[in-house]
């Protein structure tokens, strides 16, 4: 099968291209970017040299509809819903990486990302594609979850899906690393100020918020707002959400420990965490794996999980790699099959 990818120069766009060019049903047909097209990626990314040998291609719906099957949009919100036009009026398959079409109600996309919405039946007709939980893809079209979304929702599902908590009572308090912001440096990215720093951000503002709900809310009726906080820490790659919420029953460690342990037990790229251990960044980046750690404070009534992932693959890349396996029928496994580098 043939893919492109649009955005190729960007940090998700790159960890595509890793993905994908050691994927066995998949042979790359293109790697699109408006800056730099025509230019030899091997020159732009010296590090690519010998691995990749084309050039970078200027967007062209019709190219690449007409040399590829399936095309990943690695472009920034507001950029995939325009690009995305003349993919979904063909029926063509998409996989898009942004925020574009992640939310079903217009009003909310345009409310949380200050820009107009795309149009609403095709916000309808996308599917949500938390890669784990077996989404159902009605359409070719595909909305990637976002990093925190990931983490969040994989680190709250049992508990949602199964009833056990106040529907009030979820706190989130989530951390990223840089990469999370994408290439373009920032005030807040500048290493001067990241670096030996830790700082708040997009404080009741963050556009993960309505997406979290948006998917609590199919899971269980019942859920209220979540309190929602994100962080800057000075690492490259990886996402640490620490989830609080209370019991809305009584409930043991114990309890907690297998609810999580059967949940997953299944699923090959989440690894509950063996009692009283919790997982730092290290032992996912460079994976698609998310990990789960989890207890129960009988002093303060307290259920914390800490979900962990890597933001560029579990929240980026390797989430899109593993919704196109799962869309082809492939092996989910396939192209992800990757131990976290831990050193
Ligand atoms: N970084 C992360 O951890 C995560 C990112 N995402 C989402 O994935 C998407 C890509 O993110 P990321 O890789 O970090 O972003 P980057 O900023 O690193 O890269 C974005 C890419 O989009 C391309 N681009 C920008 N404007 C246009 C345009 N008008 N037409 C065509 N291409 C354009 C750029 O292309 P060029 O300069 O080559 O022209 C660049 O290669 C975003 O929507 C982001 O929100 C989602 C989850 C996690
Ligand atoms: C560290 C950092 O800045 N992270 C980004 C999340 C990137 C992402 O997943 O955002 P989209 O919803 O646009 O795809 C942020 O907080 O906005």
């Given at each position: ?131 784990d ?21 994989l680190g709250l599902a049992p508990l ?93 460690q114990q309890?907690l420990f297998e609810l999580y342990e059967f949940y997953y037990e299944k699923m090959a790229f989440i690894r509950v965490q063996p009692k009283n251990c919790f997982p730092?960044?290290?032992q996912v980046?460079?994976?698609?794996y998310c990990d789960i750690g989890l207890t ?9 999980i800490v979900s962990v ?35």
């Amino acid at each position: 099968m043939k893919v492109s990818i649009v955005g190729a120069t960007g940090y998700s766009g790159l960890e595509l291209f890793r993905l994908l060019s050691t994927h066995r049903e998949v042979e790359i047909a293109g790697l699109y970017s408006q800056s730099f097209k025509g230019e030899n990626i091997g020159e732009l990314y010296p590090y690519m040299q010998k691995i990749y040998n084309g050039d970078l291609r200027g967007f062209h719906a019709e190219k690449i509809m007409a040399t590829s099957d399936c095309v990943f949009l690695a472009t920034p919100s507001g950029v995939s819903k325009e690009i995305a036009n003349p993919f979904i009026q063909a029926n063509f398959p998409v996989i898009d990486l942004s925020g574009d079409f992640r939310l079903k109600n217009p009003k909310t996309y345009e409310k949380w990302y200050q820009k107009s919405a795309p149009k609403s039946e095709w916000l309808q007709q996308a599917t949500y594609g938390l890669a784990d939980l077996s989404p159902h893809y009605a359409s070719h079209l595909i909305a990637n979850p976002g990093c925190y979304a990931t983490a969040t929702l994989l680190g709250l599902a049992p508990l949602i899906q199964n009833d056990w908590v106040q529907p009030d009572s979820v706190i989130v308090d989530a951390k990223s690393g840089l990469s999370g912001a994408g290439k373009m440096n920032t005030k807040a990215t500048h290493y001067v100020e990241a670096n030996e720093n830790m700082s708040v951000y997009k404080v009741n503002q963050h556009q993960h918020i309505p997406e979290v709900m948006q998917q609590l809310k199919i899971w269980n009726k019942k859920m209220q707002p979540i309190q929602f906080s994100t962080s800057l820490i000075p690492v490259t790659r990886g996402i640490m959400a620490t989830i609080y919420a209370k019991p809305n029953k009584k409930i043991t460690q114990q309890e907690l420990f297998e609810l999580y342990e059967f949940y997953y037990e299944k699923m090959a790229f989440i690894r509950v965490q063996p009692k009283n251990c919790f997982p730092d960044l290290r032992q996912v980046v460079g994976s698609n794996y998310c990990d789960i750690g989890l207890t129960y404070n009988e002093e303060t009534g307290m259920i914390m999980i800490v979900s962990v992932i890597d933001n560029l693959l579990k929240g980026a890349a390797g989430q899109a790699v593993q919704n196109m396996n799962l869309f082809y029928q492939f092996n989910q496994s396939e192209g992800l099959r990757l131990s976290p580098v831990y050193l």
